[in-house]
């Protein structure tokens, strides 16, 4: 999983990502998909070819792969945005999670199980990633809240991977830049992110509320 310092730099990307798109009238993922953008900040290549280990596009590498290292460079010295808080898909993107996300589909599935309720209203997207985000915040998900809490009861999914990679953090150790920033896991806040225009995008739910995600991951 990304540590803050790996989302401060994904924060740098994404905003640099949308001033170009914005700039050369293109789509957010023609530039960089969001899928790199992940191994991005994460491992912060520092060559065109470790760029394309990470998932970047052949084609992308060639007309922005000296732009795309400049970002990176930049972002590894940016000032830490404060304020700045994981997006709500963050823990859908780690590989280590899927058993996690596997045990909450199925623990809803077993207790609406003759409610007569279509299974899509409580497997939702939006309600499997913001279980595992609210948590993290210290907040109430909005399965647990009411009437989804009347129906289903109390759900006690671990935010820690049930399945962990044991090959993740020696790779990790491995790959990256070699920062010593400390990896500290972000706290819940209620103040709003930090704003990069509309580079921002605003969740919408009763807990998260005025909790600006990061657009890229939105698209």
């Not at 589909?105 to 985000?133: H, M, P, W």
């Not at 972000?186 to 807990?207: H, M, V, W």
């Amino acid at each position: 999983m990304l540590n803050d310092h790996e989302l401060n730099i994904l924060h740098y990307l994404a905003k640099e990502r949308l001033l170009l798109a914005q700039h050369d009238n293109q789509a957010l993922n023609r530039v960089i998909t969001s899928k790199a953008m992940w191994q991005l900040a994460r491992f912060t290549p520092r060559s065109k070819r470790e760029l394309e280990h990470r998932g970047v596009r052949a084609g992308t590498i060639r007309q922005y792969g000296d732009v795309i290292l400049k970002w990176i460079s930049e972002a590894r010295k940016a000032p830490r945005y404060e304020n700045l808080v994981i997006p709500y898909d963050y823990y859908a993107h780690q590989r280590d999670m899927q058993e996690n996300f596997a045990l909450l589909k199925k623990e809803i599935l077993e207790r609406a199980q003759g409610s007569g309720l279509c299974d899509q209203v409580l497997l939702k997207k939006t309600l499997l990633n913001d279980y595992f985000r609210a948590k993290s915040l210290k907040q109430v998900p909005l399965l647990q809240q009411s009437w989804r809490l009347e129906l289903l009861g109390p759900i006690e999914v671990p935010l820690e991977p049930l399945n962990p990679s044991p090959n993740e953090s020696e790779e990790h150790g491995d790959e990256s830049s070699g920062d010593s920033t400390a990896a500290s896991t972000l706290s819940s806040s209620s103040a709003s992110s930090t704003s990069i225009g509309s580079g921002i995008s605003t969740l919408s739910s009763p807990s998260a509320k005025n909790i600006a995600t990061p657009a890229f991951l939105l698209d």
